[in-house]
């Protein structure tokens, strides 16, 4: 049973281009978490999502970040016209959905990591 | 905004030695996570306590929570180089199983 996947692991984009980022969940899983990681800090919550909803988008940014997650394929995080400041790393996390996280963890992938320029 | 805050931020010791970090929080919470994190890798789950319980251990980590005074450690029992990683908490929010985070603490294991 494959992990959580996320790719790219790395990404360069210039000031103004677009970065999409790529996570498939655990097999089974249906709930999936992104979040935001600058050097020496802790994880910042972004948005929660289930299959074709998004359940809380409290996190995001209101201009230039979207987040879906299909019926089928990868939950993708979308970063518009990029600035300096989005450079950071950028974690997803999945969990079955069943009792929720009071019974248990959430599983994260290793992280795609964009440095814009 | 961040819910838990770890301290110390930083923590430096010899293998062997026992590592404390402890976490505070501020609003009432279902349970309370621990999570480690690699440099440059992602978080891995190390052990979950509910709001009533009040110590939990798995192998060298035991975990207390006291929510009356809304918080929690980490102890990790005769520290080895490989225990070297930053260890975050992480609490329940908002009813939607939205895990929030603290700043971490960095440990650092020197052989």
């Known amino acids: 049973n494959a992990g959580v996947m996320q790719n790219p692991r790395h990404l360069v984009r210039r000031r103004g281009q677009e970065a999409r980022l790529r996570c498939s969940p655990m097999k089974g899983h249906s709930h999936v978490y992104w979040y935001r990681q600058l050097p020496e800090e802790g994880l910042k919550f972004m948005v929660y999502l289930q299959k074709e909803n998004i359940i809380d988008e409290s996190g995001m940014p209101k201009e230039r970040f979207s987040a879906e997650f299909p019926k089928e394929g990868p939950s993708i995080l979308r970063i518009q016209q990029v600035v300096r400041g989005d450079s950071a790393a950028y974690f997803c996390?999945?969990?079955?959905?069943?009792?929720?996280?009071?019974?248990?963890?959430?599983?994260f992938g290793e992280g795609s990591r964009l440095t814009v320029l | 905004s961040q819910q838990g805050e770890e301290d110390p931020q930083a923590l430096s010791i010899q293998e062997g030695e026992n590592a404390t970090m402890n976490c505070s929080y501020k609003?009432?919470?279902?349970?309370l996570q621990w999570y480690r994190q690699n440099s440059g890798r992602g978080l891995v789950h190390l052990i979950l306590?509910?709001?009533?319980?009040r110590e939990k251990h798995s192998g060298r980590l035991r975990v207390t929570l006291d929510t009356s005074k809304k918080s929690s450690s980490l102890l990790i029992t005769a520290s080895r180089a490989a225990d070297t990683a930053s260890y975050f908490c992480a609490t329940l929010s908002g009813g939607y199983n939205k895990l929030i985070f603290g700043a971490g603490t960095r440990l650092a294991v020197h052989p």
């Open positions: 609003t009432s919470i279902n349970n």
């Open positions: 996390a999945s969990f079955t959905g069943s009792g929720g996280t009071n019974t248990g963890e959430l599983f």
């Open positions: 306590i509910r709001s009533n319980e």
